[in-house]
């Protein structure tokens, strides 16, 4: 009887955002398992007593990347993670669409500007275009501007770096108002559901407001040039000391109408579960045996 933890984050006095969560724990537990969701940061956690640790929602780590990484760090000396280790630290910070790019990866042309760096050097002055960090999840510290709006970004560019983020600077995709962004799930090696999402980012929003991550989710079916970009990124991946248990490629069209690469999320990606009831199976198989490898 395999011992698994989901690791996942405290929401504090407000109500988890996994909703995936309960039902993932039971149906491992069903299968005959011994399921918990530990929080990631809590001190009092034997992570030694797990056949593995699998990190699933950890949805507070990207405020706290350097305590979340050296977490990741102690637990992968004493269990076995998924994912591995070495490609979650790689995979914390976006810097690593630089990489894919330089593999041959469609992505959206991003630039950086790190902290000491001019906070306006580098900002378009002929398209819209969208401002965030590096280490950030769920649309937090991410704005579009206008061009006109250079002094808003240049005061968004400085907060970031008062408190120590690195921003990328990337083109906004105007084809997202109109084909959204489509979240391909792959789950023990093989494709497990896609999902289509409506634009995240309206204009005028201020940065540091509170914003819907995955507004207007449905299914989708991917083509097959989503599924060959997903798969040239899953295969640019940095060699792994063991297989990916779980990735989300997240897309978008570009000007051209073809998908780019917008993320790789291979550290905590929201599974949808909720809308996709029939993949619950096959992630409790493919934890299951993971744990059992």
């Not at 819907?212 to 097959?224: E, F, G, M, S």
Request: aromatic content about 8%.
């Amino acid at each position: 009887m395999p011992r698994i933890a989901l690791a996942t984050y405290d929401p504090g006095t407000g109500p988890g955002k996994d909703a995936d969560l309960p039902v993932l724990v039971q149906a491992l537990n069903d299968a005959g398992a011994r399921a918990d969701a530990p929080y990631w940061d809590d001190p009092g956690t034997d992570w030694s007593a797990y056949d593995l640790v699998v990190v699933r929602s950890t949805w507070d780590y990207s405020w706290r990347a350097a305590e979340f990484t050296a977490w990741l760090d102690r637990v992968a000396r004493v269990t076995r993670v998924a994912n591995p280790a070495d490609v979650i630290r790689w995979n914390v910070d976006k810097r690593y669409l630089g990489e894919l790019a330089a593999a041959g990866v469609p992505t959206v042309p991003t630039t950086y500007i790190a902290p000491g760096e001019a906070a306006g050097h580098g900002l378009p002055t002929d398209h819209e275009y969208v401002v965030k960090p590096t280490s950030g999840a769920g649309a937090r510290f991410a704005a579009r501007y206008t061009p006109a709006e250079r002094e808003t970004a240049v005061r968004h560019l400085a907060r970031m770096h008062a408190e120590g983020f690195t921003a990328m600077v990337q083109p906004y995709l105007e084809g997202i108002d109109v084909t959204g962004e489509r979240a391909l799930q792959f789950f023990g090696g093989r494709l497990l559901h896609a999902s289509r999402k409506g634009a995240v980012l309206a204009p005028g929003t201020p940065y540091d407001a509170d914003k819907v991550a995955h507004p207007d989710l449905t299914p989708w079916q991917p083509t097959d040039a989503e599924l060959a970009v997903a798969e040239k990124a899953l295969a640019a991946v940095p060699a792994a000391s063991a297989p990916l248990l779980y990735a989300r490629v997240d897309l978008a069209d570009g000007p051209d109408g073809a998908p780019r690469l917008m993320e790789l999320e291979l550290v905590e990606p929201n599974l949808f579960l909720f809308l996709h009831p029939g993949s619950l199976p096959c992630t409790v198989d493919a934890i299951l045996a993971e744990a059992r490898a």
